[in-house]
């Protein structure tokens, strides 16, 4: 059972770290939800504001942590250019895509769209971790129109996070990044 | 412990948060959409070579998100501002990046 290298850090980036960040993100929705179904009498939440704080500043780092892997790790291979007389384009994913008028449009609007939306995830957490880390749960009810636009802002997120990693999943199927060296999980001995 | 609503924070820094986040993910949009209709652009957007104009593309934006944060904050933040419109206006902001970053409507424009 073997790896490449460049398929082992799409991994990484794609199935450990967008989609922890895709799960975050469905907890913190359901928790936002809950906060914001209960009524104005209900009993005060502060108690356990420390730990959606931790929470939500840990999402931001999910988020960032994965935009930055895709743009700055993965990104690179993907795009390569492959030298002139190239018949195997197996190693140069958008080559091998664009090479084709079957496959050409899971670039031009796929990655396209992919490598664009995904940023808006981590921008727009970042704002809502730092609100609710500087206002906490009595600063949020104490300005009611917070706790919607907070919960507006997350479910953003959680989409434009939700179609890089369907299109990032889709992409590895038409194309795969791989190359570079063999990571051997299984030798046959 | 009681606690008394005059500690509460003026909302001027949310508001600020909220509205930056909002501007920078438009200013992605529309300068990832400018970057592939002008080809200058495109090339100024090369910040780091191996992952071409996207480098650009996202720096500048965060830029200018981080920059307008900062500057709203600054001025906002001892204030209680009209939350509800500044909140409207940014999470319109943030729809319309997520549909322009749509390359079949980027074309469309």
């Known amino acids: 059972m073997e790896l490449t290298a460049r398929g082992f850090w799409t991994m990484v980036h794609g199935m450990g770290f967008g989609a922890l960040y895709l799960l975050a993100c469905s907890g913190a929705i359901v928790e936002l939800w809950r906060r914001a179904s209960s009524s104005e009498s209900a009993p005060d939440q502060t108690a356990d504001d420390a730990f959606l704080r931790t929470y939500v500043i840990a999402m931001a780092v999910l988020a960032w942590i994965t935009v930055l892997t895709g743009a700055y790790v993965i990104y690179p291979w993907y795009r390569a250019v492959a030298p002139a007389n ?13 090479s084709s008028p079957t496959t050409t449009q899971w670039h031009s609007i796929g990655m396209e769209w992919k490598e664009h939306v995904a940023w808006l995830a981590p921008i727009s957490i970042t704002m809502a971790a730092v609100v609710f880390y500087k206002y906490g749960e009595r600063g949020i009810r104490a300005h009611p129109p917070l706790r919607k636009t907070l919960m507006g802002f997350v479910l953003v997120s959680f989409v434009s996070a ?7 999943a889709m992409l590895s ?12 999980i299984v030798s046959d001995k | 412990m009681t606690s008394n609503s005059d500690d509460v924070l ?7 948060a909220i509205l930056a986040a909002g501007i920078g993910a438009f200013a ?9 209709r002008i080809v200058s652009l495109q090339h100024a957007m090369i910040f780091y070579r191996p992952t071409g104009p996207l480098s650009g593309v996202t720096t500048s934006a965060i830029v200018i998100w981080l920059l307008t944060w900062f500057v709203l904050d600054r001025t906002w933040k001892q204030r209680t501002v009209a939350l509800r419109p500044i909140s409207v206006t940014a999470f319109v902001l943030l729809v319309l990046s997520v549909l322009l970053t749509f390359p079949p409507l980027a074309d469309l424009l």
């Open chain 1, 86 to 98: 190239t018949l195997d384009l197996s190693g140069f994913p958008q080559r091998l895509l664009m």
């Open chain 1, 162 to 168: 939700a179609i890089a990693g369907m299109f990032g």
């Open chain 1, 173 to 184: 199927k038409k194309a795969p990044v791989e190359g570079g060296a063999t990571l051997h």
């Open chain 2, 10 to 16: 003026p909302n001027g820094s949310a508001a600020a």
């Open chain 2, 28 to 36: 992605l949009a529309v300068i990832a959409d400018a970057a592939d």
